[in-house]
C-alpha cells in the first residue's frame, strides 16, 4: 500500500503564487502586495493564471512529500522527473534482509501468479541473506534484490513540476504504480493549495488535450463527446 | 537601497534537510523520522551535511525572496542562475514615468560624476514621457530606459541553489550590487536556518578554497596565514 | 540588424534522435541502431516522435547560435530560458564606448521620434565617455546605457528546448525582437533538421491549440476556420 | 562487460568553448572569433579555462554516449545526474525472457557465491516466463527481475556536466559498476577533447581538494604528500 505524506509545503501557497503574478504588471513591490491582496483577489487571480497556464508564478511554491510502499520499478521511473528534488533510502547502505515487495494486481488477481511470485521472494531473499553470510558486502548483494523491492522516498517538486508530474502520471497510460502515487500525490496537494490544483491531473483534464495520439485511452474523446451534448 | 523581504520558506527547514539526509540511511520513513528526531539529533546531523556537502538534501527547502531598490544591471546577472524561479516587474507592461535608478558608489562619490549622471537619468525620463506621447508603446519606449533603472523581482531558490549562489556572488570579486544582494539575502536566510547558512558565503569561507586563481583578492591567502598562526 | 549563425551542432541529428527513441523499445544497442536504420525508418520515426511529442529523445542533440545585432531587452528575455546555455558579451569587462543601438521599428517610423531616439544615443554615448574620463570604471559607467544598447551572445539549446522556445517565441503575442531572433534561429535549425522542425513554431502551429486565451492573437480561430472548409 | 560508444558530440568541441569564453571579453562576435582564433590560442585559452572553473562556456558541446552491458543498480544511480538526457531500454516493452546481468566481483571472486547467484538468476528467469505464460503482462512480469539485469541506455551530458560527473563518480568512494562507467566515458572523452578533459577525473584530480572528509579513501592525502616531497 502507497502511503503519501505531504510532509512540509510552502505555507500561504496560493497567496504566494497570486502575488508573484501580480508583482509583474505593477509597480508595487512583493511584500506590500502579499500583505494588501484580498482573499477574494487571490482566489480570482490563481483561478486565471491556472486557466492562462502563466506555469513560472507556479514555480514560487514547493511541496515535500514522504513515500513509503513503492517499488523501486516505480522509484526509477519517479527519479527521470528532473526539475525535483530526491532523497532515497540506499540498498547500498541499509540492509535489506526483511525487505517488503510490491505485488503488481495482474499477479495477485491470479492465485497461482502469487504463489509462484511470493516464493520467488522467498528465494531472494534467502539468496540476499545467504550471500551476506559469506561476506558479500550489501552494496553487491542488492544485486539479486528485485524491482519489486519496497523503498522509501523523500521528494520536492513546485508546483509548476507538479502539475506537469499530474499531466503525465494521472494519465490512463501511465503505469499503474506511478499513477497510483500520482492520485494521490494530487489529494494531498489539493487539500492545502485547492484552486490551484482544482483542474490538476491527466493532460486531458488539465490542460483540454490528449497528447497520447493513436495510443490514447478513448477518455478524452468521451469528455468532447460529454461536452458537445 | 536594496529591499530583500524573505516573504516565505519551507517550514522547520532544518528539521526537513536532517530527516531526508537520515531517510538515505534509515529502515525507517520520512514521517516517522521527521516527528522522532530530537533538536539535538537535528544540529548535530545538519552540521554534519553542510561539512561534508551533502548537498542535495538541501534542496528539499526553499526559500522566496521579495527584492527591491536593485538596477537591471542586477537582474540580468541574477537570472542566470538557472536553478531559481522568478517573477520579475515587466517594462513591457508597467509605465516607467516615474522610475527610480540606481547610482552606483563610484559615481555618487564624485560630484561632478554624479551631476551628470544625474542630469541624463533626467533626459531619459524627458525622452520615455516625450515617446509615450507621441504614441510610442511602452514595450518600445522602454527601449530607451537605462540599465541603472529601478526593477523589483520575486526570487525562489532552495538552499542548495542558494548556497552556490553565496559561494559566487558573496564573493568579493563579484560585481558590487550583487554581491550587497547576495549578503542581505544570507542575512535573511540565516535568522530562519541559523545551522544551514552559518558557514555560508564565498567559497575561501563556505568551501575553504579560492577558484579565483590569479584574480584572487587575497582573502584567502589571508585566512591560510590566520589558521597558520 | 540581427544576425543569427548556427556555430555547430550535434551531427546527424534526426539519426541521433531516431536510434534514440528506437532504443527504448528495442533489444538492440544504441551502436547497432544507429548505423542499422535505413533513411527511410530514420524519417518515419523522427514525423512520429513529432507528431506523439515523444519529447525527451529530443535533447540528444543541442544546436549552439551566434547571436549579434540585439538588444539587452532582448537577451533580459532570453536568458529566462533555464533550460540552455549562455555565454554573452559582457558590459563589465569590454568597453561600449562605440556601442551600436537597435531601433524598434515604432519609433523608427516616426520621424519625430527617431531623432528624439537618437539624440538620446548620442547623449547616452557623450555621457559613458565623460564619466569613464572621470575615473568611472566600466562596470560602473554601463549603469547608463539604454536598454537598446547592442549585445552579442551565444546560445546553447537541445531540440527539446528549441521546440519550447520556438512555441512561446514565435507566438504573434511574443515581443517583436525576440520573435524576429525565434524566426531567424528556426530557419538555421530547419535547414540541418528539416523533419525535426518542420512543424517546428508557434504554440497554435506546432501543438495544435493556442494557450493565450482572451489575449489570443486570433491566428488560432482562423487556423480552424480554415480546416473546417 | 560494460560497453561505452561515443556516438557523437559537438564538432570542434575546444574551439567552441574557446570561443564562448572569449566573447564574454570581446568587442567581436561568436562568428568572426570562431574563425579567427588559431589552434594555439584556443590550446592556450582551453588550458585556462579548465584551470579557472569557467564552467559554463563548457556547456555549450555535449557528448552522447551508448551504454550497455550495465545493471539497474547503475542505472538507477545514473539518471539521478539531472543534467543530462537519457533513454533507456523500458522493460514495460521490451521483453526480458532472455535477459543478461552484471556479476558483482565481490560474488564472482567466491564460488560458492556466484553459483549461488547464478543458480537464482535461472530461477527468476524461470519465474518471469511462468509469469508471462499465465497472461501476466511484461510490464507487471519484470517485478521480479533483479536489480542486476542488464540494461541499455543513451545519455548526452553537456561538458560542464560531465566534470560533475567524473568529479563524483570516478571518485573511490563512488560504487564500483558506475565508477567503471565513468572512466569509460571519460576515456571516450578525452579522445576528442583531449585538453578540455585533461585533469577531469575525481575532485581530488580534478579541483585540488577531497569532499568526502572522514570518508575519504586516503588518495588525496597521498597526493598532498607527493607534491610536498
Known sequence: ????????HTPNPERVVAMAARLCYSASGAEELAEKMTDEQVEKLVAKIVQMGHA??????????G???????????LVRHRLASYSQQSQ??????DFEYILPPTIADKPEAKARFEALMNDIRK?????????VPKEDARYVLANAT???IVVTMNARSLMHFFNLRCCNRAQWEIREL???MLEQAKEVAPLLFKNAGASCVATGHCPEGAMTCGKFSEMIKMRVK
Open 127 to 135: 539468496a540476499y541473506d545467504d550471500l551476506s553470510e559469506m561476506g
Open 56 to 65: 513560472s508564478t507556479m514555480e514560487h511554491v514547493s511541496f515535500t512529500f
Open 150 to 152: 519496497e523503498t522509501k
Open 1 to 8: 500500500m502507497i502511503k503519501v505524506t505531504l510532509l512540509e
Open 67 to 77: 513515500i513509503e510502499g513503492v517499488s523501486r520499478v516505480l522509484t526509477h521511473q
Open 92 to 97: 547500498r547502505y541499509v540492509a535489506e534482509h
Open 182 to 184: 500520482a492520485y494521490k
